[in-house]
């Protein structure tokens, strides 16, 4: 049991990170970012290049790989979301917009680093042994806690920055920031750079554990939209604990489903479609409509 919670933990801080880039784009756009997935494969392969390509420090890496995204993030807000959001009066427009970036950013990844799996040496070396009752390797522990801290960071910055009340309160209400004097375009600007960068970060330190190769997109985005949909949408507490409970979810069907094959996930999914028969708002989410 011990084992099974602390591999529980451990995929839900990663999860819950990347459920966190998506979730807060949607609560300031109204937008589901297909692409995400994309995004966090590509800060896998700018950590993978900085770090072990050129041979820089990991941190090094991880940077890159956030600076990297965010300036993707704004560049497809500011150039590609902004002017559709302005034109269109249909959903389904931003919808397209993001499955066409998300195919494009799987064409760049393609031609930049190839369709092979990559990985990087080990960032720490050891295995803790805890009684026989946990077994983790320590990079494992590091890449579990950096994801945390990561975390409590973006919830501190959201709570008690400038920048994030603004945010916050755009995505309580757009037309009552913007009458309160919120400059609208910026703060959605940054927030997708934002979501971005998490996408970046999450897909750098992961980068250690599992690798990185092209096809790792879809089902990245997949997993995200499940834990958004789990803790509501829209709702950055909602995300995170989404994430977790994902992470228990598949810590536990890996385990107690192994024997009858590789069923974790349709086990999982039965599971979602009937929760969300029952609470179709997630968790922490308002009722729509």
């Known amino acids: ?6 591999n529980g933990l451990y995929l839900g801080a990663q999860y819950a990170l990347i459920a966190l880039g998506l979730t807060l784009i949607f609560a300031l756009m109204n937008v589901l970012n ?4 994309q995004m966090y494969v590509l800060g896998g392969f700018v950590t993978y290049t900085i770090y072990a390509q050129l041979g820089m420090p990991f941190v090094a890496g991880l940077l890159a790989s956030a600076v990297t995204l965010a300036v993707v993030g704004a560049i497809v807000e500011k150039f590609l979301f902004r002017p559709v959001i302005k034109r269109s009066l249909r959903e389904e427009s ?11 950013l799987d064409a760049v990844i393609l031609l930049a ?3 092979k799996q990559r990985g990087v040496p080990k960032i720490i070396h050891g295995v803790l042994n805890w009684d026989f009752r946990i077994i983790m390797p320590y990079d494992r522990i590091l890449i579990g ?12 910055y959201m709570q008690y920055s400038k920048t994030g009340r603004a945010m916050r309160a755009l995505a309580q209400d757009r037309v009552a920031a913007q009458l309160m004097g919120v400059d609208v375009n910026r703060y959605s600007m940054i927030g997708f750079a934002l979501g971005a960068m998490l ?10 554990i599992t690798g990185v190769n092209l096809g790792m997109g879809g089902p990245t985005s997949i ?37 009858y094959g590789d069923i974790t996930y ?19 989410g308002k009722p729509w409509g």
């Open 1 to 6: 049991m011990e084992q099974i919670i602390a």
């Open 34 to 37: 297909f692409a995400h997935g």
């Open 94 to 104: 931003t919808m397209l917009l993001a499955a066409g970036i998300a195919f494009f």
């Open 113 to 115: 680093f190839g369709e």
């Open 145 to 156: 806690a950096l994801a945390i801290a990561v975390i409590a960071t973006f919830i501190l």
């Open 199 to 208: 996408a970046g970060i999450v897909g750098g330190l992961l980068v250690t």
């Open 223 to 259: 997993k995200a939209f499940m834990m958004v949909m789990i803790g509501g949408a829209g709702v950055i507490s909602g995300a995170i604990v989404g994430g977790f409970i994902l992470g228990m979810m598949e810590s536990i069907g890996l385990t107690v489903l192994s024997q």
């Open 266 to 284: 349709l086990v999982i999914f039965v599971t979602l479609m009937v929760f969300l028969s029952f609470r179709p708002q997630g968790l922490m």
